[in-house]
């Protein structure tokens, strides 16, 4: 398996989009700068602090086992939140879609929402089911809660499945001391390896390896991308060229960071690249915020603002140039849209709004996959890894810890145990 990953950073520079930009001599003045950044993450990796990289190396054979146990199910349940699953909805949906025929069928359980989950026991047979419970903390409330409620479900209505049906994927806690109980297979995240950082670890692989994803494919991208990124030539270095220009952008006044992929099954990646970008970057007064859109979709919902609104956004295009199915347009009207096909129209759209946007002086980058599949996505999201480790460096920023989003977890749970109580002095109620 094959492919080819290209960044085009054209519509950054002052000769398209003008002062707002930078030149290619400004970038590489600013070598200096951006290699100290790349020196930086190439310590934290050799002191062990950047997981990341290291399960790059993992034996990936440690997921037979878990993939020969899931052929006999009909449905994967995948709990988790955040980091835990998000990576394995992006990865899955990019080569499957959001279709839901494939064998095994799955669905995730990434909320405490009663409804979701009550909807998710309707459509499976828990005795045909394999449940992943994903938490590196083992102490997650959503993720335990949601396992608590089938694991009762189960016991209550007497459902045996003719193998265990859960494995656990986690690096202590509660989680860990269930699964020791109840003899689950069990992976573990490394210490090293944080949530938004994790799915090419355990945390990703072992659900993706059951859902008939090609996790050495995957893996082979990832390390390509990996080899490419070790030049100090950041011309030649997609993730850290990529880190500096929204380094750049943001420091002059561009503030939100908006992806807009135009092929449906890269949608679910925008939504991992929301949470690695926000949670990573978003700290003292820093981080830009990352919007997600879908191509050409919102261009009939969003674009007016992005074009039209407030000079705060730098874009990015993901774009494929072969899509899985195509169809032609045929039609015996009299149209432009005949005897052209609809992967022609979408890349069109896209085309069309890079040069509309370009125009009047709003920056963009534009991310080309040949094809869409194991190995380019292997490449994509790893790349975004690197850059986002890269960034951390660059805005003098941790991008490994989450100090706020603790801050809330602590707060939920003493809202739970009732020594918070909600009060509220300034509403409008209408029976």
């Known amino acids: 398996m094959k492919g080819i990953y290209k960044f085009n950073f054209d519509n950054v520079l002052k000769d398209k989009i003008g002062e707002t930009g930078i030149s290619v001599d400004e970038i590489d003045e600013l070598r200096d700068f951006t290699n100290l950044a790349k020196a930086n993450v190439t310590k934290k990796y050799e002191k062990g602090d950047l997981g990341f990289i290291e399960v790059l190396n993992e034996d990936l054979e440690i997921y037979e086992e878990v993939k020969e146990l899931s052929k006999e199910f009909d449905y994967i349940i995948i709990i988790g939140i955040g980091g835990s699953i998000l990576g394995s909805k992006a ?16 669905f995730y359980l990434d909320n405490s929402d009663p409804e979701k989950i009550y909807e998710t026991l309707k459509a499976v ?33 007497n459902i045996t499945p003719a193998k265990p049906n ?3 994927i986690t690096g202590g806690g509660l989680l860990q001391k269930i699964a020791d ?16 950082f994790s799915v090419l670890s355990a945390v990703g692989l072992a659900p993706l390896a059951c859902l008939n994803v090609d996790i050495h494919n995957l893996i082979k991208g990832a390390k390509k991308m990996n080899d490419i990124c070790q030049t100090d030539n950041i011309f030649r270095n997609p993730a850290l060229l990529n880190s500096l220009i929204h380094y750049k952008m943001d420091n002059t006044g561009k503030k939100i960071s908006l992806m807009m992929p135009y092929i449906g099954r890269l949608h679910q ?20 915020t990352p919007v997600i859109a879908l191509g050409a979709t919102d261009q009939h919902s969003q674009l007016q603002l992005y074009m039209d609104g407030p000079e705060d956004k730098i874009m ?7 899509f899985k199915q195509d169809y032609s347009i045929e039609t015996d009207y009299d149209s432009d849209l005949k005897g052209h096909k609809l992967s022609e129209l979408i890349n069109s759209e896209q085309l069309g709004t890079e040069k509309s946007i370009t125009e009047k002086g709003i920056p963009n980058v534009k991310i080309t996959l040949s094809e869409l ?27 490994f810890n989450q100090p706020a989003v603790e801050h809330a977890k602590k707060l939920s749970h003493a809202v739970l145990k009732g020594s918070i109580k909600e009060k509220s002095y300034n509403e409008i109620k209408i029976e």
């Open 91 to 106: 990865i899955h949906q990019g080569i499957y879609g959001s279709s839901n025929t494939y064998h095994p069928k799955v």
């Open 125 to 157: 047979k828990l005795e045909k089911t394999l449940i992943f419970v994903i938490s590196k903390s083992g102490n997650t409330v959503e993720t335990l809660a949601n396992y608590f409620v089938i694991k009762k479900h189960m016991d209550k209505n």
């Open 166 to 168: 859960f494995v656990a």
């Open 181 to 196: 109980k109840e003899g689950y297979m069990c992976y573990k995240v490394p210490e090293n390896v944080g949530g938004r």
């Open 269 to 288: 990646f925008g939504m991992w690249y929301r949470q690695l970008w926000a949670e990573s970057l978003g700290k003292d007064g820093n981080g830009q």
């Open 316 to 322: 990015t295009f993901l774009k494929v140039n072969t």
């Open 373 to 399: 599949n194991e190995y380019t996505l292997g490449m994509l999201t790893y790349a975004y890894e690197l850059q986002t480790a890269y960034s951390g460096e660059l805005f003098c920023i941790n991008a």
